[in-house]
């Protein structure tokens, strides 16, 4: 619950024309009536004028320059049509703090001048007839020391009120800031799902089919192998279905939930040997000695030969063989993906323009600082290479 005092506080602030109406009913009684009702009640120019110098201020923020414009017309007048100082005066000293607060610099400048010289001619009009010459200083002292003090206290209102203009439109931009990063944040995140989601299905998929081919065949005169090929799918299945789980579960929210980790380079040779089940003749290479390397580029490294092998089962056949090379280099892993067949080349021919296999490779080597280039081979078949280095690129 709000304490009440910042309850005003943010009141005043959402209302500061009410405020400041307030604020010159409450001089207009203190400076104009009670004065009037203490001295000379039917002293009506006093009456008038005294409340002509306090109506202004309640524009004192909206519009400070015509207030002020207008307190100097009435003061103007005051030295011509009332004897006697009036207490709403003080009113020109509100002003004086109104232009240097809320009004433009010149104004702000204006208004010190304008408080000086009014302070010069009120002392020289009230006591000019004085025997002391001493009483003028003073009275043009004292009123031209409050004109300063005024004028300076509305200079501090000013940088103070710039100040929380700029605090308030830093925060201004950095929610903004904030809405873009959360934008931006989602639409990586869907773009890094939509190409998971297209490895696991594709890769799936296309090992389902080559079972699937591989025992339409057989069935009729193995029934043995066609079994096999049974159980490969069903393993398939069940495999890709727990990996969309993994992918899935991190749209939802709720504590206790656990998934599986993502695979790494130590996950290729079981990839590797599950491709050979389905029939594809690829053979694994491992050259160097293995290196820390983070879970991104391993995580990049394994779906690279898992999507460059699915388009192997796709585009060449289960009848091509295929080579799948790990060479840990001095500046990175090295990963290449050969075949022997049509290979990939088919999906940079007939593919679609969004299409996530080839640009979704290209896109995680560039992600973690590397780089892949795909191509044919001479000769015949399809080259996939990616060298992913052990530190991103600063």
């Known amino acids: 619950m709000d304490h009440p005092l910042d309850s005003l506080a943010t009141a005043m602030r959402r209302h500061p024309l009410a405020v400041d109406a307030a604020i010159a009913g409450v001089l207009w009684f ?13 002293d009506v120019p006093a009456l008038l004028l005294g409340t002509l110098l306090i109506v202004p201020l309640v524009w004192r923020r909206r519009a400070p320059v015509p207030a002020a414009a207008a307190v100097t017309v009435v003061g103007l007048f005051e030295l011509g ?18 232009l240097a607060a809320y009004g433009p610099r010149w104004a702000g400048a204006a208004g010190l001048v304008l408080g000086l010289v009014g302070a010069l001619l009120a002392a020289t009009f009230f006591y000019a007839a004085s025997e002391s010459p001493d009483n003028l200083v003073l009275i043009a002292g004292t009123i031209g020391i409050a004109v300063v003090a005024a004028w300076a206290l509305g200079h501090l209102r000013r940088l103070r009120v710039q100040r929380e203009a700029g605090l308030e439109e830093r925060a201004r931009l950095l ?14 995140e869907r773009a890094r799902i ?11 998929l296309s090992v389902v089919i080559a079972q699937a081919d591989g025992g339409r065949y057989a069935g009729r005169t193995d029934p043995a192998a066609a079994t096999g090929a049974l159980e490969a ?10 990996d969309m789980r993994s992918l899935l579960g991190v749209l939802r929210e709720g504590p206790g939930e656990e998934y599986a980790p993502q695979p790494d380079v130590a996950a290729v040779p079981a990839l590797v040997q599950d491709v050979r089940a389905s029939g594809l003749d690829v053979d694994l290479l491992v050259e160097g000695t293995p290196r820390p390397l983070p879970a991104g580029p391993q995580l990049a490294a394994y779906r690279i030969v898992q999507e460059s092998l699915t388009n192997v ?7 091509s063989r295929a080579w799948v090379r790990l060479s840990w280099r001095d500046d990175g892993l090295e990963v290449a993906v050969l075949d022997d067949g049509r290979g990939a080349s088919a999906a940079l021919v007939a593919g679609s323009p969004g299409g996530q296999g080839l640009r979704g490779m ?11 280039t795909a191509g044919p081979r001479s000769g015949g078949g399809f080259a996939v290479q990616a060298l992913l280095p052990y530190r991103a690129r600063r």
């Open 175 to 188: 929610e903004i800031e904030r809405d873009q990063e959360m934008r931006l944040a989602a639409t990586a």
């Open 313 to 319: 089962l796709k585009h060449a056949g289960s009848a």
């Open 30 to 42: 203190t400076l104009v009536v009670l004065p009037a009702a203490a001295w000379n009640p039917y």
């Open 194 to 204: 939509a190409r998971e989601m297209h490895d696991v299905v594709a890769h799936s």
């Open 81 to 98: 049509g009332v004897p006697d100082f009036l207490p709403a005066n003080v009113a020109a000293l509100v002003m004086v703090h109104a």
């Open 362 to 372: 290209v896109e995680r080597a560039q992600l973690h600082g590397g780089r892949l």
């Open 233 to 242: 799918i069903a393993a398939t299945g069940r495999q890709a279905l727990t």
